[in-house]
């Protein structure tokens, strides 16, 4: 379109987007460099139960304060909204609960925008995500029934918590019948989460699967491992005393020195472990002992990782 008038053509692309906004899903509200609201969103008066028309030309303070009285909680869209980080820098975002005209969750997303010699402009960009956020909920409740019903860990195969304590709920009852010991193990990954940020979540959950199987191996016969959480494992080892313990730990501790990973990392694994043990006639329940090992662990966590501390339970 070479005869186009350029004025012409820069006048119909800003009419053209515009138009495109404003018929979108997306509220907006346009600041300019010296803090002046210079347009509002049809879509944002609306989510907010604001007339954008009476707010045009305000200070951007003003016209924040006035979304912000239609907020549950008014500091994270104030927070979201005002956007002050210099130029480049991560947008600033926050769910906000909306209860004017009507209760909701809004996205709020401030943006700064450059502009040649002058100070940056700036843009709030809110989308309602109730039904996203509904959604998200919803998925959770079901991933929790789903853990309810089933004894295994999906990513690893092991038990799962659940499972785990009704086991060591079963050998507590044993031992006291029986007058015998028992020890629980609780082992973290040392820097698990900076791994996931080095090597990504993928290979970290494949560095998990392989931790799962080498803690089967260190196992007797008659020991139950479990995936707790996040990295958190877990050992139940029936009728063991303190050597025996320890023996198991170290069986560990060797087990994740046999070589580098995840694969393609370098990097060397090693995990925190507590020892709670019960040894009759202890007053202790089994979800004292629970705890016990995992005071234990964190511990051995605080001494510099790849530690064992074991912990016996008062007489």
């Known amino acids: 379109m070479a005869g186009d008038d350029p004025e012409e053509w820069s006048s119909f692309l800003q009419s053209a987007f515009l138009t495109v906004l404003e018929s979108a ?19 944002a008066g609306e989510l907010f139960g604001v007339e954008p028309a009476a707010h045009v030309g305000k200070a951007r303070h003003e016209v924040l304060e006035v979304f912000a009285r239609a907020c549950r909680e008014p500091q994270p869209f104030l927070d979201a909204a005002a956007a002050d980080g210099p ?13 004017l005209p009507r209760p909701r969750t809004v996205l709020c997303r401030g943006v700064p925008l450059p502009r ?9 960009f809110l989308r309602d995500v109730t039904r996203e956020r509904a959604a998200e909920r919803s998925g959770r409740r079901l991933q929790a029934r789903i853990a309810e019903l089933t004894p295994f860990d999906t990513l690893t195969g092991l038990l799962n918590q659940r499972r785990f304590r009704e086991e060591l709920d079963r050998e507590h009852g044993r031992s006291m019948r029986a007058w015998d010991s028992y020890a629980v193990l609780r082992l973290d990954v040392d820097g698990m989460g900076l791994i996931n940020d080095e090597v990504g979540v993928p290979v970290g959950d494949a560095l998990l699967e392989e931790i799962a199987g080498r803690l089967k191996n260190c196992l007797r016969e008659y020991d139950i491992v479990a995936r707790l959480e996040d990295d958190e494992f877990a050992m139940l080892l029936p009728g ?23 694969p393609g990392s370098g990097r060397d694994v090693s995990l925190s472990i507590g020892c709670a043990l019960w040894v009759p006639p202890s007053g202790e329940t089994s979800e004292r ?27």
């Open 289 to 315: 002992i629970f705890d016990h090992a995992g005071l234990a662990m964190r511990e051995s966590r605080q001494q510099g990782g790849g530690r064992i501390h074991i912990q016996r339970s008062p007489q």
């Open 240 to 262: 063991a005393d303190a050597i025996a313990a320890h023996t198991v730990a170290e069986r560990v501790v060797r087990a994740m020195s046999e070589k580098s990973f995840p």
């Open 25 to 43: 899903d997306e509220g907006f509200i346009v600041f300019d460099g010296d803090g002046r609201c210079r347009m509002i969103g049809r879509r």
């Open 87 to 99: 130029l480049g820098a991560p947008h600033v975002a926050a769910d906000v609960e909306v209860h």
């Open 116 to 124: 040649a010699g002058k100070p940056p402009a700036r843009v709030v």
